[in-house]
């Protein structure tokens, strides 16, 4: 099981440091904030884990990044409208595609660890984590179909696609 928890903490380490490297990278100061916010979940997950390891009880897993996510596409929509020549340009496309990836291989991994798991407690956590990578796997679906289709994905009225949970 130790194997399970160091390679999920490493995993996560991973992920922050990539989502870090994005908010710097991004152009849209609204981008860079939900990149940060990504990380500071891949750092949460991180403790989860840690705390998992060491056979404590682990924090709140579930979290409104969701709701924030939306909020700064809002925003950006807003600034478009504003100035439409400060658009998010398609140039970090693969950075975008690549974290996505990310996010589903870090939802497989713990969607299947919970199955292989006896332990109650771990298995539940780790549904919980992967139904939070699920939920990050989204946003940046949106991001890239934001940058990629800026005209036409902001003026959709239901241009969020993303799903309360």
Wanted: charged share 40%; net charge negative; proline share 2%.
């Amino acid at each position: 099981m130790r194997d399970i928890f160091q390679f999920a903490i490493e995993f996560e380490q991973e992920n922050q440091e990539f989502y870090r490297d994005c908010a710097e990278n991004a152009k849209n100061e609204k981008l860079q904030e939900v990149f940060v916010e990504l990380a500071e979940e891949e750092e949460k997950h991180e403790r989860i884990i840690r705390d998992l390891a060491r056979d404590r009880s682990e924090e709140k897993v579930e979290s409104d990044i969701v709701t924030d996510a939306q909020k700064a596409f809002q925003e950006i929509a807003a600034d478009f409208e504003r100035d439409p020549s400060g658009a998010l340009t398609a140039d970090q496309v693969d950075v975008y595609l690549e974290a996505r990836e990310l996010e589903r291989k870090s939802n497989s991994f713990y969607s299947e660890k919970a199955d292989e798991t006896d332990d109650e407690k771990v298995a539940g956590a780790f549904k919980k984590l992967a139904r939070e990578e699920k939920k990050h796997e989204e946003i940046l679906e949106n991001i890239i179909q934001m940058v990629n289709k800026p005209n036409t994905w902001l003026e959709d009225p239901e241009w969020y696609h993303l799903d309360e949970y």
